[in-house]
């Protein structure tokens, strides 16, 4: 069983499940989601873009994590061929 992704609301640190029933993720709710739209037009727009970019390195990190699995089954494949 897969555990479920959680991730930290972003204005008040609550954990929210990663989910399509968490819709106003990363925020645990619409109201802290509204707070921080807000924030962005003020002195926190650098440190939301910071953010996200940490969430688009990590999404880089698992990708190249299942092309690696990938990888390996293909090798196993191709050892089997060498051995028949
Ligand atoms: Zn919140």
Partial sequence: MKKPLTVNCPTCQTGVIWAATSE????????????D?????????????????????????????TAEMNNASETDTNTDLHLH
Avoid at 24 to 35: A, N, V
Avoid at 56 to 64: C, F
Wanted: glycine share 2%.
């Fill in 24 to 35: 106003h993720r990363p925020f645990c709710s619409e109201r802290c989601q509204k707070i």
């Fill in 37 to 65: 739209l807000g924030a962005w037009a003020n002195e926190s727009y650098s440190i939301a873009a910071v953010q996200q970019d940490e969430w688009e390195l990590s999404d880089a990190t698992q990708n190249k994590a």
